[in-house]
């Protein structure tokens, strides 16, 4: 199965966009990208998954590499509810359920006031 | 819309004893999962349920039980508990199985002693 890596931790700033990166060079042609995120004391967060294409909605935007071996999580200004463990999942397919979701260790954002 | 619950919050058991824990989906949604979260092991799945039949079942041992009942609600089980099992047990519904826009619940503190 392919494999994701983020870095442990990041820091910004409160209101500065913050581009939370993850590589998956193992990348098969079906594999869909999704973000979850996590904030302390409660459970993970849906925020936004993709396939080739860049994706946008109310939370984030997706950028996706052209070769689809990295992919960046975009806050485009981040608030101190941000703060949280973001999580960078491959699945295979469209479906299948939710055995699909392993979650890694993530990157641990920290927003500073 | 009422979001993903689950009881109790928080519980305390004994080794050896067992334990039942419940989760009620988002109104309309028909597929559960369980999650395992532990400081090392981060978050693991469980099982899921679909139509109150178990799709798919993660590396756990036979410990570990679910089902779900008509109205989509579910429960989960562990038998003859351990230390180990000490854990953040998650829940997460969808509208059907899938990959996608997993809503989690706010997730059932488990101690063992």
């Known amino acids: 199965d392919a494999k994701t890596t983020q870095p442990n931790s990041m820091e910004s700033n409160e209101e500065e966009p913050v581009h939370l990166p993850c590589n998956h060079s193992t990348i098969s042609g079906t594999d869909y990208i999704h973000w979850y995120r996590q904030l302390p004391s409660q459970g993970p967060e849906y925020v936004i998954h993709g396939l080739t294409s860049n994706v946008n909605n109310r939370m984030a935007s997706l950028a996706i590499a052209e070769d689809r071996k990295s992919s960046t999580l975009i806050l485009h200004r981040a608030t101190l509810r941000d703060a949280a463990v973001y999580y960078c999942?491959?699945?295979?397919?469209?479906?299948?359920?939710?055995?699909?979701?392993?979650f890694g260790k993530g990157t641990h954002l920290i927003i500073q006031p | 819309k009422a979001g993903v619950t689950q009881t109790p919050r928080y519980l305390i058991k004994t080794r050896g004893q067992q334990v039942t824990l419940s989760c009620s989906p988002i109104s309309g949604h028909r597929s559960v999962s369980w999650y395992q979260q532990t400081p090392g092991q981060g978050l693991q799945f469980l099982f899921e349920y679909f139509s109150e039949t178990q799709r798919n079942k993660g590396n756990f041992p036979g410990r570990f039980s679910g089902r779900q009942f008509s109205n989509s609600r579910s429960e989960m089980n562990v038998s003859t508990l351990e230390l180990g099992d000490s854990a953040l047990y998650l829940c997460a519904s969808s509208l059907v199985p899938t990959v996608y826009e997993q809503y989690f619940g706010p997730g059932t503190r488990l101690t063992v002693t």
């Open positions: 999942i491959l699945t295979k397919g469209s479906g299948g359920g939710a055995d699909g979701l392993t």
